[in-house]
């Protein structure tokens, strides 16, 4: 009896101090703590001025709310900064769990651990304010009526039939670096990237780029999915897990989305 009373007020005591939930308690690198990864710098929308610690941005919110599921208040979440090509590496971690847009792949599955995904990427459209100004709207109808250009190696070509079925045949180029390079040229008038391809493209390397729209996840076959990366075999990982489909079976993670990749980026859904 008495050593069941002491174990009771043992756990009390730690329910109290750290809150974690049943899963979450003892697997962290420390205890009562949630220590998330981010990159040097993270950019947006994933992070907002690259201050992952007010919660703004799309995977700073996600941390936040993955956290607040395995019963962690927001002090209690401590972020930190890696490489992206560092974090991949084999070997010991210093994270519970980092998120830089890591795509699961089966090869980086071999040596880290993967969260299930909590983003699915989009296939949007990178065009030009000029092609804007000349009437271009976020609807298939108008889509159907620009010249597209797209790399001919890929599946872009298929599902740019697939999605828009243009009015002109699309141009065809080598890679994606001369279909930017066409799109700078006025020699096309728009392309299709995933959403986060098209949101570093239109800042930084097409000028007078714009991202005009987004296409829901489900009309891209085999989307990217982002997953939070972890060391390999962390038992956290069925934790996260649960947090992130707790999350997703709420809705929660969907008015995650919405709100930064959608709301804040300005990119308009294409019904």
Known sequence: MKLMTMTALACGFA?????????????TLIEGTFTVATGNPAFFPWVLDDAPESGKGFEAAVAYAVAAEMGFDADQVTWVRTSFDQSIQPGAKDFDVNMQQFSITPERAQVVDFSTPYYSSAMAVLTTNAVVDGGAEATVSSLKTLLWGADANTT?????????????????????????????????????????????????????????????PERSENP???????????????????????????GKLAEIEAEWLQATTGVPVIE
């Open 15 to 27: 329910g109290a101090a750290f809150a974690q939930n049943d899963c979450a308690t003892g697997k």
């Open 156 to 216: 872009a070509v298929p599902m740019l039939m697939d999605l828009i079925a243009p009015d002109k045949q699309p141009m065809m180029y080598g890679d994606n670096v001369d279909v930017t390079a066409a799109m700078q040229a006025g020699q096309i008038d728009a392309a299709l990237f995933d959403l986060p391809t098209a949101l570093y493209l239109s800042a930084v390397v097409v000028n007078d780029g714009v991202v005009l729209g987004q296409f829901p």
């Open 224 to 250: 990217d999915q982002f997953g939070m990366l972890l060391e390999k075999d962390n038992p956290l990982t069925a934790c996260v897990n649960a947090a992130l489909a707790a999350l997703s079976d709420s």
